[in-house]
């Protein structure tokens, strides 16, 4: 014969979250170890942390501290907000959240801290339940913790964010020296992405700068918008039917793509000093791109203004 479970109300098992609960899980310890694969020990209650009591301080295998915050209703703010001050006030670096409801926000905010922090968070959910006439128990349901994934997910998204910091600056170096040769980029503000241009005098052709970890370079763009693949055709065509002259007046051969399998086409000058990632090195880059953008700008402008578009 096989048992049906039933829930419990938790109140019927733990009347008091701090002086029952608390108190039960402390002398039952091993409860999360079964359920999270940790080996925590040495728990005590109501430990201090600066003005607060932390629920319950553990250690675990390498004798670290380990905070665990209890909570026998809805997950909510204040909670959460106590388990990250109790955290770094202790300096932990392992925090158990225990629930009995876990809100959808909070579990999203956990996942987020074990992809943007150093420390290892677990959201747990406790029920009570019993098989017939049997003694209530308590399960515990782990809902988000750390791993592997989460990590990576977060190291990659701390990658992102330097990547637009550092390109941020790169531009906005760029732009303000710019404006001492040409106006061409005048009105144009700093990017955090790998690009940023302006209007070269006719619709859907632009002036671009572009950069990459360690190359730069400068383009004109040809893409006057869907269904005008036949017309950027025809535009590149018409300009690379000047090709010697636009050379002979930039003072050395660019990059002609007229790129048959995309919308698009371009003109292009790859500057192979460096990148963003070539801090030391920024100044002669960024030098090196302007001084190509307003060759390249002078020596297509004549054929650009005689396009019929």
């Known amino acids: 014969m096989i048992g049906k479970i039933e829930r419990v109300p938790l109140r019927e098992i733990w009347k008091h979250e701090a002086y029952d609960f608390t108190s039960w899980l402390q002398e039952n310890i091993d409860v999360?170890?079964?359920?999270?694969?940790?080996?925590?020990?040495s728990a005590e209650r109501e430990q201090s942390a600066g003005a607060f009591n932390v629920d319950i301080v553990a250690e675990d295998e390498a004798g670290n501290p380990v905070i665990i915050e209890n909570q026998l209703e809805k997950s909510n703010h204040d909670h959460l907000g106590k388990l990250i001050t109790y955290l770094t006030a202790i300096g932990a670096k392992i925090a158990i959240w225990i629930v009995a409801d876990p809100r959808p926000e909070h579990v999203g905010a956990i996942s987020w801290l074990n992809e943007s922090s150093s420390a290892n968070f677990y959201l747990l959910k406790v029920e009570g339940i019993r098989i017939g006439n049997s003694e209530p128990a308590p399960l515990l349901t782990l809902i988000v913790g750390p791993s592997e994934e989460s990590r990576e997910v977060g190291d990659k998204k701390k990658e992102l964010a330097e990547r637009y910091s550092i390109r941020f600056k790169f531009w906005k170096g760029l732009l303000e020296k710019a404006k001492e040769k040409t106006k061409l980029h005048a009105q144009i503000s700093p990017s955090q992405y790998s690009w940023l241009g302006t209007g070269a005098g006719k619709s859907g052709l632009g002036l671009n700068y572009s950069i990459t970890k360690h190359e730069g370079k400068v383009e004109l763009y040809i893409d006057r918008g869907k269904d005008a693949e036949e017309e950027n055709k025809a535009i590149?065509?018409?300009?690379?039917?000047?090709?010697e002259e636009i050379e002979k007046e930039f003072g050395e051969p660019l990059n002609w793509e007229r790129l048959d399998t995309k919308r698009a086409s371009?003109?292009?000058?790859?500057?192979?000093?460096g990148g963003y990632r070539d801090e030391e090195k920024w100044s002669e880059i960024q030098d090196a791109l302007i001084d190509a953008m307003i060759g390249l700008e002078k020596s297509l402008k004549p054929f650009i203004a005689k396009l019929k578009i």
């Open 266 to 273: 371009r003109i292009s000058k790859k500057i192979e000093i």
């Open 32 to 41: 999360l170890n079964d359920v999270l694969d940790l080996s925590l020990s």
């Open 236 to 243: 590149y065509d018409a300009l690379i039917s000047n090709k």
